[in-house]
């Protein structure tokens, strides 16, 4: 478990350590984070506006790459703003980072990998099959993926990185935890049959004892 309350980028240091020892040794990495598009929401630091869907009040997660902003609840879409609707300021933050980000990230500390995204918001079923595919016969070196990615058994590494389990503990629900710990044992899973590889997860809560407990395998 690594804590990075005190990191300034998006990935832990000790976290690239461990991804660049592991493609120098020719060995395979997956990265789990549970956040779709670039950002969970944009944020208006003037005024505190969240664009949120007219449908549920849901915050609507910002897509880079489409430049759009989509709900997660009921798949509504729409063009992202230049600028803050509600004060008309010009600067709009992304919050919360999700797998374009994080993408954006592992290309830049990591140039000559060979990076692909699993998303069931990008591309089509084709693209995906052929991510799983591509990895599985060594043409991928990491494979980025959301939590669907976790239901695919088929592909395995010696390394797998699981970022920012605390979306899952902050969720309205009682069994928050308990989900949370499904998540880490589940990405535990995939570093290698019978837990012969690493298993990272990067947290702003280290101590959580759901994430502890999981770290264990303790139920």
């Given at each position: ?120 918001g990008r591309g089509g079923d084709s693209a995906r099959e052929k991510a799983l595919d591509d990895f599985a016969s060594g043409e991928i070196d990491l494979l980025l993926g959301t ?73």
């Amino acid at each position: 478990i690594i804590d990075d309350r005190e990191e300034k980028g998006l990935l832990a240091r000790a976290v690239l350590a461990v991804v660049r020892r592991t493609l120098a040794g020719g060995g395979r990495g997956i990265v789990f984070v549970n956040r779709r598009g670039y950002a969970s929401f944009l944020f208006c630091p003037r005024c505190g506006h969240i664009p949120r869907c007219a449908a549920c009040g849901s915050a609507l997660a910002f897509l880079k790459r489409e430049a759009a902003l989509s709900c997660a609840f009921c798949r509504t879409r729409k063009e992202a703003f230049s600028s803050c609707p509600e004060c008309g300021s010009r600067v709009l933050e992304p919050r919360g980072s999700g797998v374009e980000a994080v993408e954006e990230s592992l290309k830049a500390h990591f140039p000559s990998a060979r990076i692909a995204v699993f998303d069931r918001g990008r591309g089509g079923d084709s693209a995906r099959e052929k991510a799983l595919d591509d990895f599985a016969s060594g043409e991928i070196d990491l494979l980025l993926g959301t939590q669907a990615l976790s239901r695919e058994s088929r592909v395995r590494a010696p390394l797998a990185v699981l970022l920012h389990p605390e979306a899952l503990l902050g969720a309205p629900d009682y069994r928050a935890a308990q989900r949370a710990y499904r998540a880490v044992r589940k990405m535990v899973d995939f570093a290698a049959p019978g837990g012969r590889g690493t298993a990272i997860v990067q947290t702003a809560f280290p101590g959580h004892h759901s994430l502890l407990a999981a770290a264990r395998g303790d139920f």
